[in-house]
């Protein structure tokens, strides 16, 4: 799926095969790096061929699954399905540092606060390692999960790597000690799909579910302090394809932060709605539901931006770029911002291969437990034999009556 985010001025986003980079703010060239043309991996590379359920690295389509920017801005990574892992450096021109290669496909990426580590998860539920300074090296086992990752946060001391997987558990470890875990958060009742710790709040931790629920956690202690459920029948698409879908539930697939912490933006996937929560600073911090914000199309992702806008990409040739700005306690379109304008420029020649990149069904429709009932079949087949055996104890009793005729 297209992902979207800033790393200082540049706008990125991700679709298909391609990262591409634009400038807000000034005419500087687009930066585009296809990973269709990146370096291939080398033959006498470890691989691990039941990695993937027995897919080997040849079967990549070489699209994007994941990226990320350091905390200042200055470092951008990217992995995708062929197991590469891309370093780049952004400031004072975009360069590509380093191109590795993962054991196995990876569901995200992250950089601690020193940016001296680039930390990915992948689907067999390990988290490995890799050192920016030291940009060849290869990756180092951290931590195993007995399930697939879906997300991952980390404290802003360093001090506590926060992981989330398929099995609704949400699992706060030591980073220098990982076999050290410092508590769970426990409380959803699908897969944790979206995580975010943020920023002026060290010791909260937001999460995001296929349950259609957002929770408020103190990490530290596993306490729940707050839970939100964002289902909202009419504000989902209703199309006859989406009527037909298993879940019924809204997933949490993206929770972002404004940059003053004031903010809080949640986007759930096939639903033209955009939540927003504020920081209630009156006695007890807490979050408060502030508004629902109604979109023309269903956003695809969605981020802040510097100064605090909230920019949305949209499922629309026409307009798939929407800024949103804070005014008057509203959140208002800013159709005629400047750096809408040119990034929207520069991005519409990419639109092509975005949508066709959409024609895929739900990232997280697989991820659903399927409940089987097995109690009503042994209720079924354990009636179905005493019918049996009725009957034949009747057959017996018919037959042991004739012969006593006879």
Not at 215 to 225: F, T, V
Not at 342 to 362: G, Q, Y
Not at 375 to 393: P, S, T, W
Request: aromatic share 8%.
């Amino acid at each position: 799926m297209p992902a979207v985010g800033f790393c200082g001025e540049w706008f990125i986003f991700t679709c298909d095969k391609k990262l591409v980079a634009i400038h807000t703010k000034q005419a500087r060239e687009s930066f585009v790096f296809d990973c269709s043309t990146a370096e291939k991996k080398p033959n006498n590379t470890k691989d691990v061929s039941n990695g993937d359920g027995g897919a080997s690295e040849e079967t990549g389509s070489d699209k994007v699954l994941a990226f990320a920017v350091s905390p200042s801005g200055k470092l951008v990574a990217l992995t995708d399905d062929s197991k590469r892992l891309v370093l780049f450096h952004c400031e004072p021109s975009w360069q590509c540092i380093s191109i590795r290669w993962v054991v196995r496909r990876c569901t995200s990426l992250m950089f601690n606060q020193a940016e001296d580590q680039l930390l990915a998860t992948d689907k067999s539920g390990d988290v490995y390692s890799f050192s920016v300074g030291e940009p060849q090296r290869e990756g180092e086992l951290k931590m195993g999960h007995l399930s697939m990752l879906l997300a991952m946060s980390m404290s802003p001391d360093d001090k506590f790597i926060i992981t989330a997987d398929r099995d609704e558990k949400i699992r706060v470890s030591h980073l220098r000690s990982p076999y050290n875990i410092q508590s769970f958060c426990l409380g959803h009742q699908q897969f944790v799909s979206a995580l975010l710790v943020p920023p002026g709040h060290p010791h909260w931790l937001l999460s995001g579910s296929g349950d259609g629920t957002m929770k408020l956690w103190d990490y530290e202690s596993g306490r729940k302090l707050q839970s939100w459920d964002l289902k909202e029948h009419e504000e989902t698409s209703s199309s006859e394809a989406d009527k037909q879908k298993v879940t019924t539930k809204p997933t949490v697939c993206r929770i972002s932060c404004s940059p003053d912490a004031r903010h809080v933006a949640v986007q759930c996937e096939r639903a033209s709605t955009v939540h927003f929560f504020t920081v209630d600073q009156d006695g007890e911090e807490k979050l408060v539901p502030h508004r629902r914000l109604s979109l023309p199309h269903c956003p695809l992702d969605m981020t802040f931006d510097p100064e605090g806008q909230l920019w949305v990409l949209m499922d629309s040739g026409d307009a798939p770029l929407q800024i949103y700005t804070h005014r008057r306690d509203s959140w208002e379109c800013d159709a005629e911002s400047p750096k809408l304008i040119r990034v929207t420029e520069a991005f519409k020649p990419h639109w092509e291969t975005l949508e066709a990149s959409l024609r895929t069904d739900s990232r997280f429709e697989h991820l659903y437990k399927v409940n089987f009932d097995n109690v009503a079949a042994y209720l079924q087949k354990k009636q179905q034999r005493l019918e049996e055996q009725l009957k034949r104890g009747r057959t017996q009793k018919a037959n042991s009556n004739k012969k006593a005729r006879k």
